[in-house]
């Protein structure tokens, strides 16, 4: 089965809107940018769709790229000292000169949608946060919709990432799985890949996963985005895959979409 992520994150976007109009404060979503990334923008329009649609108000803090690491700490502070700015979201990645979690550490955690700051994720490590990091939010959404158990099952999380990787191994391992997390140093992916019951993948390499290297009835989630000759594109093959799979993310149009409206219903909690 291949998921319509589109239509799924349509159906959450008009629960929220229903849980914002019986908000009477002002709502607004704050995104930093650092430098003028095209990908980045791209994911930030799509934010900013999403929030005229609910009724949240949006607005871009744009940085120059050459920022030192303490200079947009101070401007994420000033960013989140707004208080009709109940959300911020740094868009990732950050130029190599700054320290990321020293940055994402200056989001107080009540602002901390995204959960990266590392008072989040302390509480999510601890089960103690009531939000789900957004990409983990939509996968559980998933696997509750289609009734796929968890526990007992081997998980295989490929790449480490602060957004998909780690978030989603370590719900996965608090959900009683036995999971295996995949880099790009692991020699023997194939072999990894065939034994799992469910796949998590985020590698941004296109047709890294294909039919012939997965079980029958095997869940896969790609989370992976790259531009590929014009084209978005995942990590899998779907061509091979879709009638081999129980359920299938596609990219475009699979988990993106949800992982967006998480993000908002995380804002919204």
Do not use: H
Not at 123 to 136: A, D, E, H, M
Not at 145 to 161: A, F
Not at 202 to 228: H, N, T, Y
Not at 245 to 262: E, N, R
């Amino acid at each position: 089965m291949v998921i319509d992520g589109k239509k799924l994150s349509q159906e959450i976007i008009e629960e929220l809107k229903k849980e914002r109009e019986k908000l009477p404060y002002k709502i607004r979503l704050a995104v930093i940018l650092v430098g003028e990334d095209e990908a980045s923008l791209s994911f930030i329009r799509q934010k900013e769709k999403v929030a005229k649609e609910i009724g949240i108000e949006f607005k871009l803090y744009q940085y120059d790229e050459n920022l030192k690491t303490k200079d947009l700490r101070k401007n994420v502070n000033n960013v989140c000292r707004l208080g009709f700015n109940k959300g911020v979201v740094i868009q990732l990645p950050l130029p190599p000169q700054i320290n990321t979690q020293s940055v994402l550490n200056a989001i107080p955690p009540e602002k901390d949608i995204d959960v990266l700051s590392e008072k989040n994720l302390g509480r999510f490590y601890t089960g103690r946060l009531k939000i789900l990091p957004p990409v983990v939010g939509a996968i559980k959404f998933l696997l509750k919709k289609y009734n796929i158990e968890i526990p007992g099952k081997n998980v295989l999380i490929i790449g480490r990432g602060l957004l998909v990787g780690k978030p989603s191994a370590l719900w996965f391992i608090n959900e009683r799985a036995t999971v295996t997390v995949a880099n790009s140093k692991t020699q023997n992916l194939p072999e990894l890949t065939k034994k799992a019951d469910i796949i998590v993948t985020a590698a941004g390499v296109p047709d890294l996963i294909s039919g012939d290297l997965v079980k029958e009835g095997a869940v896969i989630f790609d989370a992976a985005v790259v531009s590929e000759k014009g084209r978005l594109a995942g990590d899998c093959d779907l061509k091979s895959l879709e009638n081999k799979v129980k359920l299938i993310t596609p990219v475009p149009a699979g988990l993106g979409p949800l992982t967006v409206a998480f993000l908002f219903k995380n804002l919204l909690y």
